[in-house]
């Protein structure tokens, strides 16, 4: 009974309003020059009022004010999920959100140890209470890392329309003997590498490169797949000429490989 009005008074529209928002969420950047939004301040300045307010109505020692932060921090897991999607729209977005959801994840942290201070509970809820903040702290690290991740689907974008329709075509057996395509793929990925170095946390910037270093393979062999399917003779090779077409794919992925083997010494993993 004492926790219902605290319940209720989490106004979830707000949460929605916050977490919804979109294209008119600002992108700043951070005295480094790492893209972050508001949204980290909006959403835990939001639960800081709701806080606030409970500790103001209820014991310090109170087993109904853990619970009642417990709800909240709920509510604040249930809204990442459904929303975070909708701040991955392109690669500025992808970045901003990455280190949005990880200074969240810092931000829940440090909410919940002040609370433990200044509060006195039992062992089992102060277990209640790190379970629930954990739970939530590991939805916005795993969101950081997948927004990181994300960035392939934008940097593949113009990858797909200037390159990938000229791979494995004639042109690309007869006319690039010192492997165009593939050093103007690299040299793409390397302008955008710069562009996640600027605006990303180093940690995540790893989490990218492993990710466009999965779509780069899956990118060439989807290619090559694509122009298998345009293929009908059983008789005649698609190629003119099937051990140069080879040598071209062997330089490729030669070309491919030696830029992601030279960045392991800035990023071993």
């Not at 916050?18 to 480094?32: D, F, G, I, P, Y």
């Not at 969240?104 to 201070?117: F, G, I, R």
């Not at 605006?199 to 466009?212: A, C, H, I, T």
Request: glycine share 2%.
């Amino acid at each position: 009974l004492n926790l219902l009005p605290f319940a209720t008074f989490i106004p979830l529209n707000t949460f929605d309003v916050l977490m919804l928002r979109r294209s008119e969420t600002v992108k700043n950047q951070s005295a480094e020059g790492k893209l972050i939004t508001s949204l980290c301040e909006d959403v835990f300045s939001f639960s800081s009022v709701q806080l606030r307010t409970i500790q103001e109505r209820l014991s310090k020692k109170s087993d109904a004010l853990i619970l009642a932060v417990c709800i909240i921090l709920s509510h604040m897991r249930s809204k990442q999920i459904h929303a975070r999607n909708n701040y991955l729209q392109d690669l500025e977005t992808c970045c901003a959100a990455s280190n949005d959801f990880t200074r969240m994840s810092e931000k829940c942290e440090d909410m919940v140890a002040d609370l433990m201070e200044q509060c006195e509970f039992p062992e089992d809820m102060i277990a209640t209470l790190e379970a629930s903040s954990n739970e939530l702290m590991g939805v916005y690290s795993s969101d950081a890392v997948y927004s990181a991740r994300s960035v392939h689907i934008y940097v593949f974008d113009p990858i797909e329309e200037e390159i990938g329709v000229r791979l494995f075509e004639e042109s690309w057996e007869v006319e690039m003997v010192e492997n165009d395509l593939a050093l103007s793929l690299v040299r793409t990925l390397e302008d955008f590498h710069e562009d996640l170095e600027h605006y990303m946390d180093d940690f995540m910037v790893v989490k990218s490169v492993m990710s466009l270093m999965s779509a780069t393979v899956i990118f060439y062999v989807k290619c090559l797949l694509l122009r298998a399917e345009k293929h009908k003779s059983n008789k005649k090779p698609y190629f003119g000429d099937v051990p140069r077409a080879l040598s071209r794919m062997t330089g490729d992925i030669k070309v491919m490989r030696q830029y992601f083997e030279g960045l392991v010494p800035k990023m071993p993993a």
